[in-house]
């Protein structure tokens, strides 16, 4: 396959800060996180998308409170970016000093069902830490990707992650590799906060309809796995902590009622910590079709 020049630079400069970030102390990589939101920052990248999405979630908040928050949010993404240099070098005797886990023993049933598990959470506090430390604390956890238009970056991404213990699902092959991966009672982690487009489901999301995945609704139904939801946030000194907490479904509810039910979970979470979620995506793109 032949790549755009473009393509080939973006993946040099990527691999070689990754390199860079590597050698650092855990204290001195976190600054240059936060400079890295900086400049993302002061170039504007985004910064219309972020103020449109923080206008429908919190419209009270006065404009100087918006500002905050983007601002904020750059920092987070500046150091959740590179914290993805370390993130294979995590051991399961070490965790302990990254993460702060709430609520294991909930994939711990989840695996002793036999039935597998999906994990549900969206771009909220260091989704890649967290599954990292998942893998190597020894459950067998799964990654839904969605696949990057650099497929160079993309493919050293993926890379990554396995290192990490981590087997990576690209979307486009979800349903297949979803339902492979549950009948080897493994740890399926999908991200619901990205727009689905058309083959979505409207459910409210800060009170306005979004077209959301149904997979997690799709999978549950099909098979009887248990739905869990992780929300993580950053702490001071390049720490997170995460917590994990299985969903009751009954079996009379409909795809667009778990899905409602599991991205108001998602809103509830982004409301403790607004600045770690990603604004930046346009999440109310899609309109729902018009009622006849």
């Given at each position: 396959?032949?790549?755009?020049?473009?393509?080939?630079?973006?993946?040099?400069?990527?691999?070689?800060?990754?390199?860079?970030?590597?050698?650092?102390?855990?204290?001195?990589?976190?600054?240059?996180?936060?400079?890295?939101?900086?400049?993302?920052?002061?170039?504007?990248?985004?910064?219309?998308?972020?103020?449109?999405?923080l206008e429908i979630a919190f419209p009270g908040i006065p404009q100087i409170g918006k500002?905050?928050?983007?601002?904020?949010?750059?920092?987070?993404?500046?150091?959740?970016?590179?914290?993805?240099?370390?993130?294979?070098?995590?051991?399961?005797?070490?965790?302990?000093?990254?993460?702060?886990?709430?609520?294991?023993?909930?994939?711990?049933?989840?695996?002793?069902?036999?039935?597998?598990?999906?994990?549900?959470?969206?771009?909220?506090?260091?989704?890649?830490?967290?599954?990292?430390?998942?893998?190597?604390?020894?459950?067998?956890?799964?990654?839904?990707?969605?696949?990057?238009?650099?497929?160079?970056?993309?493919?050293?991404?993926?890379?990554?992650?396995?290192?990490?213990?981590?087997?990576?699902?690209?979307?486009?092959?979800?349903?297949?590799?979803?339902?492979?991966?549950?009948?080897?009672?493994?740890?399926?982690?999908?991200?619901?906060?990205?727009?689905?487009?058309?083959?979505?489901?409207?459910?409210?999301?800060?009170?306005?309809?979004?077209?959301?995945?149904?997979?997690?609704?799709?999978?549950?139904?099909?098979?009887?796995?248990?739905?869990?939801?992780?929300?993580?946030?950053?702490?001071?000194?390049?720490?997170?902590?995460?917590?994990?907490?299985?969903?009751?479904?009954?079996?009379?509810?409909?795809?667009?009622?778990?899905?409602?039910?599991?991205?108001?979970?998602?809103?509830?979470?982004?409301?403790?910590?607004?600045?770690?979620?990603?604004?930046?995506?346009?999440?109310?793109?899609?309109?729902?079709?018009?009622?006849?």
């Amino acid at each position: 396959m032949r790549h755009k020049p473009a393509h080939y630079l973006q993946f040099w400069v990527v691999r070689t800060l990754y390199f860079a970030l590597g050698l650092l102390p855990r204290r001195a990589r976190g600054w240059c996180g936060v400079a890295l939101g900086w400049a993302a920052s002061a170039i504007g990248i985004r910064r219309s998308v972020m103020r449109s999405n923080l206008e429908i979630a919190f419209p009270g908040i006065p404009q100087i409170g918006k500002s905050t928050i983007i601002r904020r949010c750059f920092e987070h993404f500046g150091t959740v970016a590179t914290s993805l240099s370390v993130v294979h070098k995590i051991t399961a005797s070490d965790c302990g000093n990254w993460l702060f886990p709430c609520g294991l023993e909930h994939l711990d049933r989840a695996v002793a069902s036999g039935k597998g598990a999906i994990v549900v959470s969206g771009h909220l506090g260091n989704w890649e830490m967290v599954g990292t430390a998942c893998a190597r604390l020894g459950y067998p956890v799964s990654f839904v990707v969605t696949t990057q238009r650099n497929k160079l970056v993309q493919e050293w991404l993926d890379n990554v992650r396995r290192r990490a213990g981590v087997e990576i699902i690209p979307r486009k092959q979800a349903i297949k590799g979803v339902l492979s991966a549950l009948h080897r009672n493994r740890i399926v982690a999908i991200l619901i906060d990205q727009d689905a487009h058309e083959e979505g489901v409207f459910v409210p999301f800060f009170g306005k309809l979004s077209s959301t995945p149904r997979g997690p609704a799709v999978f549950h139904l099909r098979t009887g796995c248990p739905l869990i939801f992780m929300s993580s946030y950053r702490l001071p000194g390049e720490r997170y902590k995460f917590v994990l907490e299985t969903v009751d479904i009954s079996e009379a509810q409909s795809q667009e009622e778990i899905m409602a039910k599991l991205t108001a979970r998602l809103e509830q979470a982004i409301r403790v910590a607004p600045e770690q979620w990603f604004w930046m995506h346009k999440r109310w793109k899609s309109t729902p079709p018009a009622s006849s």
